[in-house]
């Protein structure tokens, strides 16, 4: 070969490198899968974790965590939702144990206990599902998914002053609680999944 064919040749290899590392990154950035059995889609997200830092915080004061989970199929990235669910879950912990117990609302409603946070997480997410035919088959061929969840706290026993029926502590508490139910929802995208 004359040294131009080279490198021209050379040229081209960089360009082949970067779009296969661009593709193996883009592999990486799913940090869920969506899975079809018969008609129903199910989600896995084992990135998506969710009870830890406040959360967790609130869990081992022995207070109940209520969290508000939607499962959104988009046509895109970032695009308009296709089908959605949404499921609430209440999650305490055992102090003793070190282990979570979650309580899916609804009918049915659903129980486990004894958990890993891993696991209670892994739980809520395997209980998140929904069905294929939500979505019209023209627009099957690739979908996202985006998990939003939400925490809110269950409503603490009511706490009186004896003389007025009303203290600072019940105002602190309040603000509070109202700072936790305003907090950003975690959030998260994947994708494309093929769900024909």
Same mark, same amino acid.
């Given at each position: 070969?004359?040294?131009?064919?080279?490198?021209?040749? +050379?040229?081209?290899?960089?360009?082949?490198?970067?779009?296969?590392?661009?593709?193996?990154?883009?592999? +990486? =950035?799913?940090?869920?899968?969506?899975?079809?059995?018969? @008609?129903?889609?199910?989600?896995?997200?084992?990135?998506?974790?969710?009870?830890?830092?406040?959360?967790?915080?609130?869990?081992?004061?022995?207070?109940?965590a209520r969290l508000e989970v939607r499962?959104?199929?988009?046509?895109? =990235? +970032?695009?308009?939702?296709? =089908?959605?669910?949404?499921?609430?879950?209440?999650?305490?912990?055992?102090?003793?144990?070190?282990?979570?117990?979650?309580?899916?609302? +609804?009918?049915?409603?659903?129980?486990?206990?004894?958990?890993?946070?891993?696991?209670?997480?892994?739980?809520?997410?395997?209980?998140?599902?929904?069905?294929?035919?939500?979505?019209?088959?023209?627009?099957?061929?690739?979908?996202?998914?985006?998990?939003?969840?939400?925490?809110?706290? @269950?409503a603490p026993a009511r706490q009186t002053?004896?003389?007025?029926?009303?203290?600072?502590?019940?105002?602190? @508490? =309040?603000?509070?609680?109202?700072?936790?139910?305003?907090?950003?929802?975690?959030?998260?995208e994947a994708g494309p999944f093929n769900?024909?």
């Open positions: 070969m004359s040294p131009g064919t080279w490198s021209s040749i +050379g040229r081209s290899v960089p360009l082949i490198i970067v779009a296969i590392v661009v593709d193996l990154v883009w592999l +990486g =950035a799913q940090s869920g899968t969506l899975t079809r059995v018969n @008609d129903t889609l199910h989600v896995r997200a084992p990135e998506f974790r969710f009870l830890q830092g406040r959360v967790l915080t609130q869990l081992r004061d022995g207070r109940t499962l959104e199929l988009l046509g895109r =990235a +970032g695009g308009p939702v296709l =089908a959605q669910t949404e499921q609430t879950f209440n999650v305490s912990f055992d102090l003793w144990e070190e282990r979570f117990a979650v309580t899916r609302v +609804g009918q049915p409603a659903r129980s486990v206990s004894h958990l890993t946070s891993t696991a209670a997480e892994a739980w809520c997410l395997e209980n998140m599902t929904i069905a294929a035919s939500a979505i019209q088959a023209e627009r099957r061929g690739a979908v996202w998914m985006r998990l939003v969840l939400r925490t809110r706290e @269950d002053d004896e003389d007025s029926g009303f203290s600072i502590r019940i105002l602190i @508490d =309040a603000l509070g609680r109202r700072q936790e139910r305003e907090a950003q929802p975690l959030m998260l769900v024909n």
